[in-house]
């Protein structure tokens, strides 16, 4: 392709339209059943349990350290389907380009999405691209919607949760947001933040077989683990207690955190799983997720309990008693 | 262990449990009980991230005072603010500016009817965007007390010294020590004491505070932000009362110099001198502020575009003057709940998550594992 910038042309449905699509999705996604560019994939399942969802990215900046708005795309889109005890197996992939949009751009976000979307055993199955005047979009949005296929045997479900559960989770926390933050504001230095940008599928599938014992999933995603964990306990009849010296943090996004006056249990993690689980299965599931790269820094971070109904409560970490609440307001826009 | 760590260790927080513990007791004996006010919004996040309420007796209340600049900051300013955003200025603002009430409206609805308004975390955002875009003018909200003026008088001095035009200020700086004598004039005031915060003390100086202890008997502790620092402080407050005294004590020597910092207030005294401004909740308040001095006209944008900060229209019946004073507990406020709330806050000490207000409206039953 001789242009160097998305025109509007590139979505008009004309040859350069026809060029791009070619080029730049065909050479690289269309291997399945995007081969032919139907109107509709045509996608065969064994199970009739499917799992169905839909996100959009508007992540700003498109790049940032540990990952760009591809990656993310991916991750987003696989592990709402991972928490939900699903096989992650197709997505689509909406692409909403700004006029001069850079093509090695581009192409980076586009080599991005198929690296993930092959790391996480998904294909991408459908799409479309548009493009919009300059000033009507910043640079790329992506809409991702994804089917999955239930896994045997996970019943989630929050009336499942009893006292004495325990709360895990996989990774360190808020490295995202924190990344988004740092980039945004220009702190450079040996330790700056780096997304967590990854899927969380492999540390779900690994523990299906004791899925009798896994209550319930999320990925603290905007609001962070505070808004997951009061989601989980708002109006029910347990309550839950964490501890702050259990809870992981990156030293780059807990230095940056110091720094800024930032509250990590509000901040977004993109590659982390909170699970409730029975106590008998708990250990065996840290366990696992510690042998992968992805859960390699897994802790049991607190448990259910009976009183305290409807509560998240903190021991800070010189072990005082505190509510966690849910940020009100905006903490960060656009950091997925 | 790091440096860090080192003010956060259980074993010696525990241990001022025990010392907080008798301390309140011992009051309690004397028919006693003691009311301190964080004075400042870092102490107050402190407080509430590592739970020292937790650690207090019942003996002892905590209150948070009028240190989040925030909070503070009049509806006429977020009117004024609001209202350069219609005229098509770049307004860039401290992120938790965005919900809190103006008269009418908040900035974050000014932006959803298209508004242009950034949020940042660090001034030098405006000039990058002052920069960027040489067509539009970029107005600043210079909110904050002591401790940001410098950063902000930073910025502007690097934007005067390469001669961006389009770069302003809406100046609300405002003043610690002030407030503090307003709160303080009130007779039936029920505070015992003052948890002073060491940078804005280190800015100051620690000897601003002595009138408050020599002529109104109120305690005043300098203290860090680390949690055992802030225990220290709470026990050092909590051992005048019991002795009945009334000092400033510096606990925070390392930094805090009985004079201040003179080259940070060099800097002030050159850009800016003291005003009589608006206080949410609190009204006017003589010489509690500081606004640009008439030769760098150029760079205010209330002055340059002949605004005038109207004292916004705080809702008559919001009682948060009381609150902070200590007279009154948030729930015997009539709004407290109905027309107040988090997420229609109306009284500065519901715009913060960590006002009094708020604090009582989430834990209204109180935390008891
Ligand atoms: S409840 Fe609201 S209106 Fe009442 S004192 Fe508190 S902030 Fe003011």
């Given at each position: 392709?001789?242009?160097?910038?998305?025109?509007?042309?590139?979505?008009?449905?004309?040859?350069?339209?026809?060029?791009?699509?070619?080029?730049?999705?065909?050479?690289?996604?269309?291997?399945?059943?995007?081969?032919?560019?139907?109107?509709?994939?045509?996608?065969?399942?064994?199970?009739?349990?499917?799992?169905?969802?839909?996100?959009?990215?508007?992540?700003?900046?498109?790049?940032?350290?540990?990952?760009?708005?591809?990656?993310?795309?991916?991750?987003?889109?696989?592990?709402?389907?991972?928490?939900?005890?699903?096989?992650?197996?197709?997505?689509?992939?909406?692409?909403?380009?700004?006029?001069?949009?850079?093509?090695?751009?581009?192409?980076?976000?586009?080599?991005?999405?198929?690296?993930?979307?092959?790391?996480?055993?998904?294909?991408?199955?459908?799409?479309?691209?548009?493009?919009?005047?300059?000033?009507?979009?910043?640079?790329?949005?992506?809409?991702?919607?994804?089917?999955?296929?239930?896994?045997?045997?996970?019943?989630?479900?929050?009336?499942?949760?009893?006292?004495?559960?325990?709360?895990?989770?996989?990774?360190?926390?808020?490295?995202?947001?924190?990344?988004?933050?740092?980039?945004?504001?220009?702190?450079?230095?040996?330790?700056?933040?780096?997304?967590?940008?990854?899927?969380?599928?492999?540390?779900?599938?690994?523990?299906?077989?004791?899925?009798?014992?896994?209550?319930?999933?999320?990925?603290?995603?905007?609001?962070?683990?505070?808004?997951?964990?009061?989601?989980?306990?708002?109006?029910?009849?347990?309550?839950?207690?964490?501890?702050?010296?259990?809870?992981?943090?990156?030293?780059?996004?807990?230095?940056?955190?110091?720094?800024?006056?930032?509250?990590?249990?509000?901040?977004?993690?993109?590659?982390?799983?909170?699970?409730?689980?029975?106590?008998?299965?708990?250990?065996?599931?840290?366990?696992?997720?510690?042998?992968?790269?992805?859960?390699?820094?897994?802790?049991?971070?607190?448990?259910?309990?009976?009183?305290?109904?409807?509560?998240?409560?903190?021991?800070?970490?010189?072990?005082?008693?505190?509510?966690?609440?849910?940020?009100?307001?905006?903490?960060?826009?656009?950091?997925? | 262990?790091?440096?860090?760590?080192?003010?956060?260790?259980?074993?010696?927080?525990?241990?001022?449990?025990?010392?907080?513990?008798?301390?309140?007791?011992?009051?309690?004996?004397?028919?006693?009980?003691?009311?301190?006010?964080?004075?400042?919004?870092?102490?107050?996040?402190?407080?509430?991230?590592?739970?020292?309420?937790?650690?207090?007796?019942?003996?002892?209340?905590?209150?948070?005072?009028?240190?989040?600049?925030?909070?503070?900051?009049?509806?006429?300013?977020?009117?004024?603010?609001?209202?350069?955003?219609?005229?098509?200025?770049?307004?860039?603002?401290?992120?938790?500016?965005?919900?809190?009430?103006?008269?009418?409206?908040?900035?974050?609805?000014?932006?959803?009817?298209?508004?242009?308004?950034?949020?940042?975390?660090?001034?030098?955002?405006?000039?990058?965007?002052?920069?960027?875009?040489?067509?539009?003018?970029?107005?600043?909200?210079?909110?904050?007390?002591?401790?940001?003026?410098?950063?902000?008088?930073?910025?502007?001095?690097?934007?005067?010294?390469?001669?961006?035009?389009?770069?302003?200020?809406?100046?609300?700086?405002?003043?610690?020590?002030?407030?503090?004598?307003?709160?303080?004039?009130?007779?039936?005031?029920k505070?015992?004491?003052?948890?002073?915060?060491?940078?804005?003390?280190?800015?100051?100086?620690?000897?601003?505070?002595?009138?408050?202890?020599?002529?109104?008997?109120?305690?005043?502790?300098?203290?860090?932000?680390?949690?055992?620092?802030?225990?220290?402080?709470?026990?050092?407050?909590?051992?005048?009362?019991?002795?009945?005294?009334?000092?400033?004590?510096?606990?925070?020597?390392?930094?805090?110099?009985?004079?201040?910092?003179?080259?940070?207030?060099?800097?002030?005294?050159?850009?800016?001198?003291?005003?009589?401004?608006?206080?949410?909740?609190?009204?006017?308040?003589?010489?509690?502020?500081?606004?640009?001095?008439?030769?760098?006209?150029?760079?205010?944008?209330?002055?340059?575009?002949?605004?005038?900060?109207?004292?916004?229209?705080?809702?008559?019946?919001?009682l948060c003057g009381e609150v902070l004073k200590g007279k009154i507990r948030p729930a015997q406020c009539?709004?407290f709940?109905?027309?107040?709330?988090?997420?229609?806050?109306?009284?500065?000490?519901?715009?913060?998550?960590?006002?009094s207000?708020?604090?009582?409206?989430?834990?209204?039953?109180?935390?008891?594992?």
């Amino acid at each position: 392709m001789n242009h160097d910038h998305i025109l509007l042309a590139h979505g008009g449905g004309g040859r350069l339209s026809h060029q791009l699509i070619t080029q730049e999705i065909l050479t690289r996604f269309g291997s399945g059943p995007l081969a032919s560019l139907p109107d509709a994939a045509a996608l065969e399942l064994d199970s009739s349990r499917i799992r169905f969802t839909t996100d959009g990215f508007v992540v700003q900046p498109l790049e940032f350290p540990g990952g760009n708005i591809g990656d993310l795309a991916v991750h987003g889109t696989v592990n709402d389907l991972a928490v939900s005890g699903a096989r992650p197996r197709w997505l689509s992939l909406g692409l909403i380009l700004e006029e001069g949009l850079p093509l090695t751009l581009l192409r980076r976000v586009l080599d991005s999405v198929q690296r993930a979307a092959a790391d996480c055993g998904v294909i991408v199955a459908t799409g479309d691209t548009k493009v919009v005047r300059r000033g009507q979009c910043d640079g790329l949005y992506i809409t991702s919607s994804g089917i999955g296929e239930a896994l045997p045997g996970f019943d989630l479900r929050l009336d499942r949760i009893l006292p004495g559960d325990r709360i895990l989770v996989s990774g360190p926390l808020g490295d995202h947001g924190a990344a988004i933050l740092a980039a945004r504001e220009g702190f450079e230095n040996f330790h700056t933040p780096v997304s967590d940008s990854r899927p969380v599928h492999r540390l779900v599938e690994g523990v299906a077989s004791l899925a009798w014992g896994i209550r319930f999933m999320r990925d603290p995603t905007r609001g962070g683990l505070a808004t997951v964990l009061n989601e989980m306990t708002t109006g029910q009849d347990f309550g839950m207690l964490i501890r702050a010296r259990e809870l992981p943090f990156s030293p780059g996004t807990a230095a940056l955190a110091e720094m800024m006056g930032l509250d990590l249990l509000h901040v977004a993690s993109e590659g982390c799983l909170v699970m409730v689980c029975a106590a008998e299965v708990a250990e065996a599931i840290l366990e696992f997720w510690r042998t992968l790269p992805e859960g390699e820094k897994a802790r049991a971070i607190g448990v259910v309990t009976a009183d305290q109904a409807g509560r998240v409560i903190l021991e800070s970490a010189i072990g005082g008693l505190r509510v966690v609440d849910v940020p009100s307001g905006e903490l960060l826009p656009r950091i997925c | 262990m790091n440096y860090i760590d080192g003010f956060r260790d259980p074993d010696a927080a525990a241990r001022y449990r025990v010392t907080l513990a008798q301390l309140g007791q011992e009051l309690a004996d004397q028919g006693g009980r003691a009311c301190f006010m964080e004075v400042c919004g870092s102490h107050t996040m402190a407080i509430a991230r590592f739970a020292i309420r937790d650690f207090l007796p019942p003996a002892v209340t905590l209150v948070s005072g009028p240190g989040c600049p925030v909070c503070v900051t009049d509806p006429g300013y977020i009117d004024a603010a609001i209202e350069l955003a219609g005229q098509g200025k770049i307004i860039v603002t401290f992120g938790d500016m965005m919900r809190v009430p103006g008269s009418r409206s908040t900035l974050a609805k000014s932006r959803a009817a298209g508004g242009w308004i950034e949020s940042c975390y660090s001034p030098v955002t405006a000039l990058e965007l002052a920069r960027a875009h040489p067509e539009r003018e970029i107005v600043f909200l210079a909110i904050g007390f002591e401790t940001t003026v410098a950063p902000v008088l930073a910025m502007l001095d690097t934007a005067r010294r390469s001669a961006l035009p389009n770069l302003t200020l809406l100046v609300a700086f405002k003043l610690v020590p002030p407030v503090l004598a307003a709160l303080i004039a009130d007779p039936e005031l029920k505070i015992d004491g003052f948890l002073c915060p060491a940078h804005v003390s280190a800015v100051i100086g620690a000897n601003a505070y002595r009138p408050f202890a020599e002529n109104h008997g109120v305690a005043c502790v300098v203290a860090g932000f680390e949690p055992l620092d802030i225990l220290y402080g709470v026990e050092g407050l909590l051992r005048q009362k019991i002795a009945g005294r009334a000092t400033v004590d510096n606990q925070y020597n390392r930094v805090v110099r009985p004079e201040g910092n003179p080259v940070a207030q060099r800097l002030m005294d050159h850009y800016l001198m003291p005003a009589a401004v608006s206080w949410r909740g609190l009204g006017v308040i003589p010489a509690s502020g500081l606004v640009l001095r008439p030769e760098f006209a150029q760079f205010d944008a209330e002055q340059r575009h002949q605004l005038t900060l109207q004292p916004g229209r705080p809702n008559p019946h919001c009682l948060c003057g009381e609150v902070l004073k200590g007279k009154i507990r948030p729930a015997q406020c009539a709004l407290f709940g109905v027309a107040c709330h988090p997420d229609h806050p109306l009284g500065p000490c519901m715009v913060s998550s960590e006002g009094s207000c708020a604090a009582e409206y989430r834990f209204a039953s109180g935390v008891t594992p």
